[in-house]
T-cell receptor, first 113, second 113 residues
Framework: DAGVIQSPRHEVTEMGQEVTLRCKPI?????LFWYRQTMMRGLELLIY????????DSGMPEDRFSAKMPNASFSTLKIQPSEPRDSAVYFC???????????FGPGTRLLVL | AQSVTQPDIHITVSEGASLELRCNYS??????LFWYVQSPGQGLQLLLK??????LVQGIKGFEAEFKRSQSSFNLRKPSVHWSDAAEYFC???????????FGTGTSLTVIP
């Protein structure tokens, strides 16, 4: 099993640019989670999906952030326009139904200049 | 509301010494409890989990944790720490009604020779 796959692993962009982060969950997992990790705020849940449907997006910081899951094997987190305060590590995690345990990807380190 | 408290921000131990990382949770019913480890620049790796049954659970890398309902605690222990255990450790709780995790703020472990 390849685990949760995230791309890119590192992203450096300039303020105002659009950023798209990608995630491929573990095959067969019905839940997908997006987290943001910063020194100041720790791990924050941004949004999570069940069977490709967004269940709770209350953690999405503002309208500049959007997430989609067009199919069971792919999700994106988009920031448009990006700002320096969006600099963080973004993690994707997946979980099988009824199992509770979340499996994390390696993360995407985003730096917005 | 559910919450997790890790009272120790940073702990330093000597290699070979025993380790205990504290975790307290707030939840009205029996929680699902987890410990994750994050090495520098890496994602979160599951160390162990408690769902039910034996309150002492064994995990990977020689770690164990004990669920104490009366103290609302789930402390992580290791009898002899190795230099490679230096990392950030996160405690998390999931409720029995949802798939969201509530993470603690983490404990950073330094191991000195």
């Amino acid at each position: 099993d390849a685990g949760v796959i995230q791309s890119p692993r590192h992203e450096v962009t300039e303020m105002g640019q659009e950023v798209t982060l990608r995630c491929k969950p573990i095959s067969g997992h019905d839940y997908l989670f997006w987290y943001r990790q910063t020194m100041m705020r720790g791990l924050e849940l941004l949004i999570y999906f069940n069977n490709n449907v967004p269940i709770d997006d209350s953690g999405m910081p503002e309208d500049r952030f959007s997430a989609k899951m067009p199919n069971a094997s792919f999700s994106t987190l988009k920031i448009q326009p990006s700002e320096p305060r969006d600099s963080a590590v973004y993690f994707c995690a997946s979980s099988p139904t009824g199992r509770k345990t979340q499996y994390f990807g390696p993360g995407t380190r985003l730096l917005v200049l | 509301a559910q919450s997790v408290t890790q009272p120790d921000i940073h702990i330093t131990v000597s290699e070979g010494a025993s380790l205990e990382l504290r975790c307290n949770y707030s939840y009205g019913a029996t929680p699902y409890l987890f410990w994750y480890v994050q090495s520098p620049g890496q994602g979160l790796q599951l160390l162990l989990k408690y769902f039910s049954g034996d309150t002492l659970v064994q995990g990977i890398k020689g770690f164990e944790a004990e669920f104490k309902r009366s103290q609302s605690s789930f402390n992580l222990r290791k009898p002899s720490v190795h230099w490679s255990d230096a990392a950030e450790y996160f405690c998390a709780v999931a409720t029995n009604t949802g798939n969201q995790f509530y993470f603690g703020t983490g404990t950073s472990l330094t191991v000195i020779p």
